[in-house]
């Protein structure tokens, strides 16, 4: 019973760690990190040419691993608990395996948020794309925007 306290014990941790990797990165043109307040930033204008809504990995598109280890371990514990000796045995395995399965597709599932792409043509006729977390805020072909950049990184605001 102690290893399986264990267990249960590092998957939470596992778990929580993953969720506080995941807690707030956001591309949203409505949050500034405490480093970008108070800068200058350059306004461009331009007109919406298209919108198009996109997924957003906050992950890179690289899984950590942790939610296949957290889902693993913790279907292997629950599986084990099931039958008896070389039953025992098997059920741990294949709960492992089904964890670690399903604890990937939430880690994964838990990474991707709801983006757009906003494609701008400038005044001065140059056409940027830029890519953002979809908030309150509409974009529609047609509209009037301002382009707020600084340090590479450039948000769209009506």
Do not use: W
């Amino acid at each position: 019973m102690k290893t399986t306290g264990r267990l249960v014990v590092a998957t939470i941790i596992a778990a929580s760690a993953v969720m506080t990797g995941c807690a707030y990165n956001s591309s949203s043109a409505d949050v500034y990190t405490a480093s970008q307040a108070q800068r200058e930033e350059t306004v461009r204008l331009g007109t919406v040419e298209s919108v198009r809504a996109v997924k957003i990995s906050s992950n890179n598109g690289q899984p950590s691993g942790l939610g296949a280890i957290g889902g693993g371990a913790l279907g292997a514990v629950a599986g084990s608990t099931i039958g008896g000796g070389t039953g025992s045995i098997v059920t741990g395995i294949v709960g492992g395996l089904v964890g670690a399965v399903a604890g990937n597709a939430v880690e994964n599932g838990v990474a991707m948020r709801d983006g757009v792409e906003i494609t701008v043509r400038l005044d001065n006729g140059d056409l940027r794309a830029i890519t953002q977390s979809a908030t309150g805020e509409i974009f529609r072909a047609g509209e009037r925007v301002r382009l707020l950049s600084s340090g590479g990184v450039t948000r769209v605001t009506h």
